[in-house]
């Protein structure tokens, strides 16, 4: 059987989502291994998340660079050196350079909290919650130019309940993307995944 594919993981937050990755791994279901977790800060959960599994960290300091080509330079040795064969964006929060995108093209996945395009950008829950959607969702993409536009991989609904708050409306949301994402990384590694134009065509 082929070796386990290595993947990059990048986060600024909590990490739920690299732990749900993590588990998909040890179920089974995803057959990867995570090269390495990198942050652009220091106090993300993630990072602790990746030390308790005894995977490869990489803190890179936005702050320490002169522009965001140089952060990106930076941040794709890292991924070079890791070996990954795919970038996954997991509260990444950080808008990647041109350069980047283009050296990476067809690699980065990302997931956001509201079914794109409705909702892009830093505030999907709470912006889906102010409009008085009664539908959102996640959505799994592939990364360009840009913000939260590049051809959609998968995507899943999430009704908005009158009760909501962010928090709870949140909740779901990540319950479904934990669900999701892992998914996505497989169907992208098995090479199950084509991009045409727009379209992601899965096998
Ligand atoms: C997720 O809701 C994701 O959609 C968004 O940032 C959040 C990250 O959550 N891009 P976590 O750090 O994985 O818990």
Known sequence: MAAAAPIAVCCSGRGTNLEAILRAIRRGSL???????????????????????????AVILPAKFPSREAFDKALARVIERSGARIIVLAGFMRILSPWFIRRFRGKILNIHPALLPAFAGANGVRDALAHGAKITGVTVHFVDEKVDHGPIILQAPVAV??????ESLHA????????????????????????????????
């Open 161 to 166: 309940l009158e009760k909501d708050t962010q």
């Open 172 to 203: 779901r949301i990540h319950r479904v993307e934990h669900r999701l994402y892992p998914q996505a990384i497989q169907r992208g590694l098995a090479g199950r995944v084509r991009i045409a134009g727009r379209k992601v065509l899965i096998s």
């Open 31 to 57: 057959r990867a291994r995570v090269a390495v977790v990198i942050s652009d800060n220091p106090r993300s959960g993630a990072l602790v998340r990746a030390r308790a599994a005894k995977i490869q960290t």
